[in-house]
């Protein structure tokens, strides 16, 4: 990201913690800020006072027309509550998150159709709304800015949005305070990748392990599951010096026995992250994990003894190595003749077709899973042509599945064999991804007939399965 630096007015509505931090670090990289809160300017004077010359107290409305920029962080439930024309043509950073026993039920969100940062965004439609701030603790915002830290290795902030050019600025400004601006996509993809409850909200990742997720995905790697492995690797290595030093510290030989079971167990885990190398590049990524093992232990003495100042450069250092790790192993070419694959995520098996209501589903889905298979979703709604909210259910659907972000990887509907909606989109995604899956799907579902041992509600709900991939496969097969 090209960081441009042009001084700002930012409008900030809300003075609760996430406020209150990102005030700070706006004022720090030298913006100026307009706080404002739903008890009025009179409360704010205090905390204006303490935050300088370049902050003043304003209500919601000036708040928002001061801003180039403005940031929400208020409870998501009051969002309506906002003054839409004071919002016009305003980048809107929208940091709120929906928590149903705090804001209220909101049918739309709990069924998943739409994100609440979209429900910002209907409401405010003159403004360019960025998802962005929500993913982070009041506490990590106000402490782990770092400017003097490369991007790769400062603490993510995460980003989405529909607005190309907002979003640029919006991670510009990121960068600018001290946090590394990761793009997850639109508000209606990377809006539910920041979702409480997903994998990188409120998580304490790098810019560099984002990276490395990435280029995981590229090589077939799951980084998520096998990060945990090589942690586990880097505590049996561990274990082997400690064994080794027990072993002459007391003159007990069979300390040496326990050392080359563990180093025996160590080699055949590390096989599988480290599936082929060149040169010595099993020795180094041994190495660079026990070195990496070796400074947290050292960091952790440190920390326990003399503070976190003298601990914090052996923990940086730590993760250094763990990261070099990480850059050795995915640069390494993937060997087909030895035998061994990197891992990588199961791979859906069955394609189920399913109505949002029906109870048998789950039963089908833990069925499948019962017999080792995998199933990958797609929604079909005999009333979906009837029915706008149904409509725009499957619209959202398909959107979703076009961008990769749904489990669901069908955007397709059958209605009595013919295409209920998204007729072009869906032929021509559904042929060149899934025609062959499908028809797989379709063998594969047959067979579970075949062998028998189905409960009858199952089978049931498996041939009516069928019915429904044969109606798909016949609407898109010319």
């Known amino acids: ?47 204006v006072a303490d935050l300088g010359a370049t902050a003043h107290a304003a209500t919601v409305e000036d708040a928002a027309k001061f801003g180039e920029l403005v940031l ?6 009051r969002y309506e509550t906002l003054p839409a024309d004071a919002f016009s043509g305003k980048i809107v950073m929208d940091a709120d998150n929906y928590y149903p026993k705090r804001d209220g039920q909101f049918p739309e969100l709990d069924a998943d159709r739409t994100t609440s940062s979209e429900l910002l965004a209907v409401h405010l439609p003159q403004a360019r709304v960025i998802k962005a701030f929500n993913t982070i603790r009041s506490q990590d915002l106000a402490t782990e800015a770092n400017t003097s830290l490369p991007v790769d290795e400062q603490r993510a902030i995460f980003v989405a949005g529909d607005d190309a050019e907002a979003k640029r600025i919006v991670m510009n400004l990121i960068e600018q305070i001290g946090f590394g601006a990761v793009d997850t996509g639109t508000l209606a993809v990377g809006g539910r990748q920041q979702q409480p409850g997903t994998e990188i909200y409120g998580r304490d990742l790098t810019m560099f392990m984002e990276r490395m997720k990435k280029a995981a995905k590229g090589n077939e790697l799951d980084i998520t599951s096998d990060e945990d492995l090589a942690i586990g690797i880097m505590n049996l290595i561990s274990i082997e010096e400690h064994l080794f030093l027990t072993a002459n510290k007391t003159g007990k030989d069979h300390y040496y026995d326990l050392l080359l079971e563990v180093r025996e167990m160590r080699k055949e885990l590390l096989k599988k992250i480290v599936v082929s190398f060149e ?64 891992a990588v995520p199961l791979k859906p098996e069955v394609v189920l077709f399913y109505e949002p209501t029906c109870p048998d589903c789950k039963l089908l889905d833990s069925f499948l899973a019962s ?5 990958m979703f797609s929604i079909a709604r005999k009333d979906v042509t009837s029915d706008p909210g149904n409509r725009a259910e499957m619209e959202t659907v398909q959107r979703n599945c076009m961008n990769g972000v749904e489990k669901r990887e069908v955007p397709f509907v059958a209605q009595e064999g013919k295409c209920a909606m998204g007729e072009k989109d869906s032929i021509k995604f559904f042929k060149n991804l899934m025609w062959e899956k499908v028809k797989e ?10 062998k028998g041992g189905v409960p009858a509600h199952v089978k049931t709900h498996v041939e009516n399965h069928n019915k429904m991939v044969d109606a798909a496969l016949n609407c898109c097969k010319e």
């Open 1 to 47: 990201m090209n960081n441009e630096k042009k001084n700002m007015n930012i409008g900030i509505i809300g003075s609760g913690n996430i406020g209150v931090a990102a005030a700070r670090l706006f004022i720090t990289a030298g913006h100026s800020v307009a706080m404002s809160n739903s008890r009025g300017p009179e409360t704010l004077q205090g905390l």
């Open 72 to 77: 929400i962080a208020i409870p998501f439930g």
């Open 279 to 342: 040169g010595e590049v099993w020795c180094v990524s041994k190495h660079l994990l026990a070195s990496s093992m070796r400074l947290m232990e050292v960091g952790t003495k440190e920390l326990k003894i003399n503070g976190i100042a003298k601990a914090k450069p052996y923990f940086e250092k730590s993760y250094r190595l763990f990261r070099m790790f990480w850059e050795t192993v995915l640069q390494q070419p993937a060997r087909k003749d030895s035998g061994q694959q990197l």
């Open 371 to 375: 017999n080792g298979l995998n199933a």
């Open 441 to 450: 799907s379709r063998t594969t579902m047959e067979s579970l007939l075949v």
